[in-house]
């Protein structure tokens, strides 16, 4: 069996039970080396197929061919593995794979999930995820995305919003939000949520900093109704008090 | 403290460490019945604050006033408790009191990620979640955001999709994704997820049996590159394979 985990935020706290017990049984563990070090007490005695940054096939194909000897498998990735993470790929190649085999994806607490428990509630009314980077959606098909959040006045959790490598695309997508949103919509940041150096900030379109924003940081836009209550972001559900 | 707690789809499974440690040293529970119900061999020798449906407001009420009598207590519901849940009109009514408490939410695995992880990897590309009750959103604010997402193609998670008070509503939402997107562009649906009668079905917009959908399923609608691989819907991320 293959199981594809998502280990959520970064805390062991916030992996599921099921993702515990996997990892707990399974003797070969297949990650990327930050998601490796996140549990890295856990794999006392394991067998260990760690790869660097964009070595995404590498890791899935590793990871298949460890299954196809009939051996248990887990490949780790941090939030829920099937938002931006590593399932889709997975099943994807195997499905390509000469041999069959058993794929059970393991679900998890997403980043903006995370995120928004830490600044408040706000995920109350329809939101959308996008994430800002162009290496394989085009930045046009993104910015289109954008604009339909924005005027539809969904809440808009930005994922990958801004690297060295794409200093402007937060700049670029926040200034289609203004062409619908007031630049007092209340912005939530959570940086390496869950984890050591974890920073909440409730701000607003106008006063957000973009250069404190990098690529373990999730942005979420509030709608029209977002508010601050008592220093957290909250979108009304539309409950009358 | 008030702890405000998402159980996640439903099996003890899929809650988090976190979410299983508040429940376990917190003394008083409040909940809907079928929450309550989720984790009751948890609960044993436990005060309980049980409320029936739509009593979402007493419900929170109950919950404040014990915190505010300094005991630790732990309001509970099903999914991430921060997405169309109980913690923003917690922390809207809790905002609002005479008497500050402290409140902490406790994230978890929403209804989306569950079905998701169930169907394959249906969320690995920019998607949204829209609520298709309008007991609180005007139906035409909703009809923008499903006319919004299905033209920017966003893959689209359906809450609440249809009950026997809106029997048209996701007939209705269908209908205008059919402006933009295939007829045969994949549909997933997770029905009762991590529960006893779970059962997970992937086909498209046009061989949608809109009767077997209730207020438990998650319908997801994919995007335009969205295709079935070995029985699982995937959607890419953009690799090139």
């Known amino acids: 069996m293959l199981y594809i985990v998502g280990l959520g935020p970064?805390?062991?706290d916030l992996m599921t039970q099921e993702a515990l017990d996997v990892i707990e049984k399974t003797?070969?563990?297949v990650g990327y080396a930050t998601y490796v070090r996140l549990v890295q007490d856990m794999l006392?005695?394991?067998e260990l197929v760690v790869t660097g940054m964009r070595g995404e096939i590498e890791r899935c194909k590793k990871a298949i061919e460890i299954a196809q000897t009939g051996k248990d498998v887990a490949i780790i990735s941090s939030g829920d593995a099937g938002i931006y993470g590593m399932a889709g790929l997975v099943l994807e190649l195997?499905?390509?794979a000469d041999q069959h085999?058993?794929?059970k994806v393991v679900p998890g607490v997403t980043a903006s999930i995370g995120a928004a428990a830490a600044l408040g509630a706000p995920l109350m009314n329809d939101f959308c995820h996008i994430s800002l980077s162009d290496l394989m959606t085009p930045w046009d098909v993104i910015k289109d995305r954008v604009d339909a959040a924005a005027k539809a006045d969904f809440v808009i959790c930005l994922y990958n919003p801004r690297s060295k490598g794409r200093p402007n695309n937060l700049h670029e997508a926040l200034a289609i939000i203004l062409k619908y949103k007031s630049e007092d919509t209340v912005v939530g940041i959570g940086k390496d949520v869950a984890r050591k150096k974890e920073i909440e900030k409730v701000t607003?379109?106008?006063d957000l900093d973009?250069?404190?924003i990098n690529m373990t940081t999730i942005v979420i836009v509030g709608n029209k109704n977002t508010y601050v209550a008592d220093g957290r972001m909250v979108t009304p559900r539309g409950y009358t008090l």
Do not use: P, Q
């Open 10 to 12: 970064g805390s062991k």
């Open 27 to 29: 003797d070969t563990i």
């Open 44 to 46: 006392k005695g394991k």
């Open 94 to 96: 195997a499905s390509k």
């Open 101 to 103: 085999i058993d794929v």
């Open 204 to 206: 607003t379109i106008k």
């Open 210 to 212: 973009e250069e404190e």
